[in-house]
């Protein structure tokens, strides 16, 4: 895929959706994204990764090859599908904050055998604090005694071939799930038989190892953020971008990774951030990606592009940057804007993430 064709797929005045896919730790997060990337980053393909806030981007073309045999025809209006993934240790709530903050919506990943756990329930209670929509992926169903492997199944499909004994320990444990829910005040549905979408919450059922419902948790997710958040997808010129990791790359020197919520991006582009010691004035030197389904972390040969729309996570180069604070904006000067109002602008943020520095 060629830069230009990564950003114009859709059609529609919509930005690419942002999702960002939460869950107690081994539930299976990475996991889930490595089966839809096609990657091993979970098996250590990419070390140390896991203590960084990462993005990948879904082009909307392989979503529709990833959901085909789901036989819906519903155009898909959104370029694309960012995912945002947090680290799942216990010590970077902050990170997890941060990374939800930026999401239009959200994955919530519960281990079948294991049921909601203590950081489930954080993520939950952090998803309705921000009033963020969610869809729950009842992941490791392979994992249930007997399971006969359908590899990339729609659920539905993957369900029938299966035994009794199998079909009744899903039931239980679903119905099990479903009153752990309603116990954290929440009312939750198998996705295909949910009709009150946006009062109850869905629940597809997934295989990070074997991807059976894994086209159904695609499908389900760009479908249901297409018909209810139009407004919010809708894409404006004003740019929105979030400093994700502040990073010394080989070759590079110190990069900033950001999520461009909004707008658009130039090379050359005068940038405004919030730095440690003051604010930092600096120029985009380059702005990069890794390719579409690759992880933003992870090391890799990564894409120049002169510039970029939203919604999109990329690293920019540019000097200067060693202060740059993660969890800030940044901000683009226009040829009318006054830049001592911007920095000063851009200085507001250091307390807020220094704050929620501290209570994390
Ligand atoms: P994370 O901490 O939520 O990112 O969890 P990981 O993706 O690192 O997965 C934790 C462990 O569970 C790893 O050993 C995975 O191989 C395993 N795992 C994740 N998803 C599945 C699944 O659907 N089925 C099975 N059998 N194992 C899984």
Redesign the pocket.
């Known amino acids: 895929l060629a830069p230009s064709e990564f950003i114009k797929e859709g059609g529609e005045n919509l930005r690419s959706i942002i999702c960002c896919i939460m869950?107690h730790?081994?539930?299976?997060?990475?996991?889930?994204l490595d089966c839809i990337r096609g990657t091993n980053v979970?098996e250590g393909e990419a070390g140390g990764i896991t203590q960084q806030i990462g993005a990948t981007y879904f082009p909307a073309k392989n979503i529709r090859e990833r959901t085909r045999e789901l036989k819906a025809d519903a155009k898909l209006k959104v370029p694309g599908l960012l995912v945002i993934d947090t680290p799942?240790h216990e010590s970077f709530t902050n990170l997890r904050s941060r990374g939800s903050s930026l999401c239009d919506l959200a994955i919530l990943?519960v281990d079948i055998k294991h049921g909601l756990e203590p950081q489930t329930i954080e993520s939950l209670n952090l998803l309705r604090m921000r009033n963020t929509e969610f869809i729950i992926a009842l992941?490791?169903v392979?994992?249930l005694y007997g399971w006969k492997t359908c590899k990339n199944a729609p659920i539905v499909k993957a369900m029938k071939q299966q035994n009794k004994d199998v079909t009744n320990e899903f039931n239980i444990r679903l119905t099990d799930i479903i009153t752990q829910f309603k116990e954290q005040g929440l009312n939750t549905e198998i996705y295909y038989k949910n009709k009150e979408m946006g009062e109850t919450f869905s629940i597809v059922p997934?295989?990070?190892?074997s991807g059976e419902g894994v086209p159904d948790l695609l499908l389900w997710l760009v479908q249901w953020a297409q018909k209810t958040m139009v407004e919010k997808l809708t894409y404006v010129d004003e740019v929105q971008c979030t400093v994700l990791e502040v990073k010394v790359i080989e070759g590079h020197g110190t990069t900033i990774d950001v999520v461009l919520v909004n707008g658009e991006l130039h090379e050359g582009d005068q940038i405004v951030v919030c730095g440690l010691q003051g604010p930092i004035v600096t120029t985009i030197r380059a702005l990069l990606t890794p390719h579409p389904m690759k992880e933003l972390r992870v090391k890799g040969t990564y894409l120049h592009h002169k510039e970029i729309k939203a919604a999109q996570g990329i690293k920019i180069t540019a000097q200067g940057l060693e202060h740059a604070i993660a969890g800030t904006s940044l901000h683009v000067v226009g040829p009318d804007d006054d830049i001592e109002a911007m920095k000063e602008s851009a200085m507001e943020d250091m307390e807020s993430v220094l704050s929620r520095i501290d209570k994390s």
Do not use: F, P
Request: no cysteine; hydrophobic share 20%; proline share 0%.
């Open positions: 869950g730790v081994d539930s299976g997060k990475t996991k889930l979970q799942g990943v992941n490791k392979d994992r997934t295989s990070a190892k």
